[in-house]
């Protein structure tokens, strides 16, 4: 039935005439190297979301003006489309509130739609570093995002609690899953930071049906509990994580290589019984160089590779480091992609719910856009995309934008190839060894902290010069 109403609607075209590029919004048809119109289109039609006449901001433009969110983080929304968009002499250009209503009227499932279509696994087995034993390598791991203190805002997500109170913005948590060998953000889920069950364990089960048999993840000791790595083993998948050295984990067998195997159970009763245990492989080890952080504490990696000759423990402990790559990630969009300034001093813009959901997906996209042109780069260049650049890639992309035209025509294959000659030019220097332990240089502020009664504060009702009294001070005796 809705297949046939939206074959009956059609989708309708904007009033607005098309740019240089044959695009509504045309500065931004780079995007097109990987996400087409008719991506958009499909999707559009799969939500249901379809115009039913015609109009300036259809939901095709409206849709693109969100992507273009991700792309132009540091602009309000009016001057994403004044920027997106050659503008005419005298053409008419939206205002805020015409902005917000469609994207109202787009809602989130396109977007959520989009994600689903577009993003996809990059790494093949020649990609250098992304597979282990076969296995694809995989990371999971969570950040905190701040958003505009709005009302709406406040009431969905909540503000974080600590010591010396709420937080200065309300915070949305969001957990992630990242192929390893690209730094894809191959998927998220978010929740506010005041629900009940909002730490990054609780939301694990939200990301399971995105694992598969041939990969091994990756995460942290936070993450460990019973049902979780059954879960994942139920899955397919493999796993090497660190756990708490207070994890009761008695060996009943011992392996070449330092390493044993041992069990975990439910909870201490089924330990004592022995039942419903899980055969697991514990490797413990120790660090011997006084300038390395965490020089002589114990750590301990849990891991489904239960053979030591084939995976070595000291393969698996130098593997686990990779793990830091999900970090990077989050640095990629947080610091580089999407930073915070002095016009935008929480990590989004959004100050509706739906709007904060609509520019987290808008930004993901984004970042897997320009990782996927990084990854083909990296592909010709025959390295690594993590050889390549984030930062040096993603400014070569922002100069690059507005000369891409698309087609199938010489000339624009010509220009393709010479741009991923470029991106595939941006090679680092190999990493230095991590020596910081991780403090803060300022941890307090010498303000008072802002509370509850400090917001909301209703606008002055009389000037500054009506409000001004001035104190007489009385003459001394005998003073003439």
């Known amino acids: 039935m809705k297949a046939k109403r939206n074959a009956k609607r059609g989708l309708k075209e904007s009033t607005l005439p098309p740019g240089e590029a044959k695009r509504i919004l045309d500065k931004i048809a780079i995007l097109e190297m990987v996400i087409g119109p008719g991506d958009i289109q499909q999707v559009l039609q799969d939500a249901d979301c379809l115009d039913t006449k015609r109009c300036r901001l259809t939901r095709e433009v409206t849709f693109w003006i969100v992507l273009a969110m991700g792309v132009f983080p540091e602009l309000c929304i009016t001057n994403v489309f004044k920027y997106t968009r050659r503008l005419l002499s005298d053409e008419w250009e939206p205002d805020r509130s015409t902005l917000c209503k469609a994207r109202q009227r787009l809602g989130i499932a396109p977007l959520r739609l989009l994600f689903q279509r577009v993003v996809r696994l990059l790494a093949t087995p020649d990609t250098p570093g992304a597979f282990y034993r076969g296995l694809r390598l995989m990371a999971i791991d969570g950040t905190v995002l701040d958003v505009p203190a709005s009302e709406d805002n406040a009431k969905a997500f909540g503000y974080p609690k600590g010591g010396r109170g709420a937080g200065a913005f309300p915070q949305v948590r969001k957990l992630s899953l990242e192929e390893v060998g690209t730094h894809v953000e ?90 419903c245990g899980i055969k697991v492989r514990v490797i413990r080890y120790k660090l011997d160089d006084p300038r390395r952080v965490g020089c002589g504490e114990e750590h301990v990696l849990l891991t489904t590779l239960l053979d030591a000759v084939a995976c070595p423990a000291t393969e698996l402990i130098v593997l686990y480091h990779k793990r830091w790559e999900i970090e990077l990630m989050f640095d990629e969009q947080k610091t580089h992609q999407a930073p915070r300034q002095a016009t935008k001093p929480a990590h989004l813009r959004s100050e509706t719910p739906l709007g904060v959901i609509q520019e987290l997906y808008a930004l993901s996209l984004a970042h897997y856009a320009t990782r ?46 010479r741009f ?29 902290k802002k509370r509850a009664e400090h917001r909301g504060i209703k606008p002055l009702e009389r000037p500054f010069s009506e409000t001004i009294v001035i104190q007489s001070v009385a003459q001394p005796a005998g003073s003439t």
Not at 257 to 270: N, Q, R
Not at 405 to 410: A, L, Q, V
Not at 421 to 448: C, D, H, I, T, W
Request: charged share 30%.
């Open 186 to 275: 191959y998927a998220f889920v978010v929740k506010g930071i005041k629900e009940k069950e909002s730490g990054e364990k609780s939301m694990v089960p939200g990301l399971l049906h995105h694992l598969q048999a041939g990969m091994l993840l990756l995460w942290d000791r936070g993450f460990f509990s019973y049902n979780l790595w059954q879960s994942v083993m139920l899955r397919g998948c493999h796993l090497l994580a660190r756990v708490s050295g207070r994890n009761v984990l008695r060996p009943i067998e011992s392996l070449a290589d330092g390493s044993y195997l041992a069990k975990i159970y439910p909870c201490e009763s089924l330990r004592n019984k022995d039942r």
């Open 372 to 417: 996927a042109l990084m990854a083909e780069a990296a592909a010709q260049a025959e390295v690594s995309p993590l050889e390549l650049s984030f930062v040096g890639c993603f400014e070569i992309i922002k100069t690059r934008r507005d000369e891409y035209r698309g087609g199938d025509s010489p000339e624009a294959e010509a220009w393709r190839q």
């Open 420 to 448: 991923l000659r470029e991106l595939g030019r941006q090679q680092l220097e190999p990493r230095r060894q991590r020596a910081n332990p991780r403090v803060v240089k300022r941890k307090m502020s010498k303000f008072r």
